[in-house]
C-alpha cells in the first residue's frame, strides 16, 4: 500500500493529480489534513485530540481527513490507523519547491520524515513555482521515482526530496541526483499596529532566493532540470567532533 498525503489540506489539487498517478502504480490510502499546514515543519500532536473524517477528492476517490499536521496524519498510519502498514509514503505535491534548508520548515518534507523515523521509505514531491502550477509531469515521474523506490529493496528506509520544475514535460532539460543547495531568505520584520495601541508583527519580505551551486538542487531547477535529493535524519556536524573532543571542558570530577 502507498500512502499519499500532503501539507495544502486534502482537497489540494496537488495531492488530487499525484493519486492519479499513483492509482496506476498501487493500491493508495489517502491521509490529508483538513486545512492548510505549509511550512508547519515538523510536528507532533500530543495536547489535545486527532479527528480524522471520511471525504471524497473532486474524482470521487476515498480519503480521510485529519485535523493534525501532515506529520500527524502519517504517525497515524503508522500506529495503525488502517488495516495495511503503507510500503512507502509520498508527500505532495507541493506548489512551491521545498530545497536547501526548506527542508526543515517544510510541512511537506516533515511528513516525509515521520515515515522515515517508524522505518518506512518516503517521497516528498514539490513543484518549482506555485504560480499556474502544471502538475501533469510532476505526478508522472513521482510515481515512476515510487517504483523504483520500492523496486529498490534498501535496508534501511530511505527519503527522496524531489523538486520538478512547474513546465510541460517537453521543456524540462534533464534529471538531476543532487545535494541540498542554500537559500537566500529576505525575510523582513514588519511590524504593525492593532485598534488597541498594541505592536503585532509578519514576518514579511519578499519570498525567498538561493544560490544555483552545479550540483545542488537549486542549482538543478535553475536549469530546468528534475532534482532528487536523498536525504537524511542524522543531523550531526561529523567535522566538528574531532575538534570539541579537543576543547578542555574539565570533568564533572573536577568539582568534588
Ligand atoms: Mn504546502
Known amino acids: ?53 471520511p471525504v471524497q477528492l473532486e474524482d470521487g476517490s476515498p480519503a480521510l481527513a485529519c485535523s493534525g499536521s501532515p506529520s500527524d496524519c502519517v504517525a497515524l498510519v503508522l500506529l495503525g490507523l488502517l488495516p495495511d502498514q503503507p510500503d512507502l509514503v509520498v508527500s505532495g505535491i507541493n506548489p512551491g519547491q521545498n530545497v536547501g534548508q526548506d527542508v526543515t520548515y517544510s510541512g511537506t518534507v516533515s511528513a516525509a520524515w515521520e515515515a522515515v523515523i517508524t522505518g518506512v521509505p518516503a517521497i516528498a514531491v514539490s513543484l518549482s513555482s506555485h504560480e499556474e ?52 531568505y529576505r525575510d523582513v520584520l514588519d511590524e504593525r499596529r492593532d485598534p488597541r495601541g498594541h505592536s503585532y508583527y509578519w ?10 551551486e552545479p550540483g545542488t538542487d537549486i542549482g538543478a531547477l535553475a536549469e530546468g532540470r528534475v532534482s532528487i535529493t536523498p536525504i537524511q535524519l542524522d543531523l550531526t556536524d561529523h567535522l566538528l567532533i574531532d575538534e570539541l573532543r579537543q576543547w578542555d571542558l574539565g570533568s564533572p570530577a573536577d568539582r568534588q
Open 133 to 184: 502550477p502544471d502538475y501533469r509531469y510532476a505526478a508522472e515521474f513521482a510515481s515512476r521515482l515510487a517504483s523504483e523506490v520500492l523496486a529498490a529493496r534498501f535496508e534501511r528506509p530511505i527519503l527522496l526530496n524531489l523538486n520538478v520544475p512547474s513546465l510541460p514535460a517537453n521543456q524540462i532539460t534533464g534529471i538531476e541526483i543532487t545535494r541540498l543547495g542554500r537559500r537566500v
Open 203 to 212: 514576518i514579511g519580505g519578499l519570498p525567498p532566493s538561493g544560490i544555483p
Open 1 to 53: 500500500m502507498i500512502l499519499l498525503t500532503n501539507d495544502d489540506g486534502v482537497h489540494a489539487p496537488g495531492l488530487l493529480a499525484l493519486e492519479r498517478a499513483m492509482q496506476r502504480i498501487g493500491n493508495v490510502r489517502i491521509v490529508a489534513p483538513e486545512h492548510n499546514w505549509s511550512a508547519s515543519g515538523h510536528t507532533k500532536t500530543m495536547h489535545k485530540p486527532l479527528r480524522v473524517e
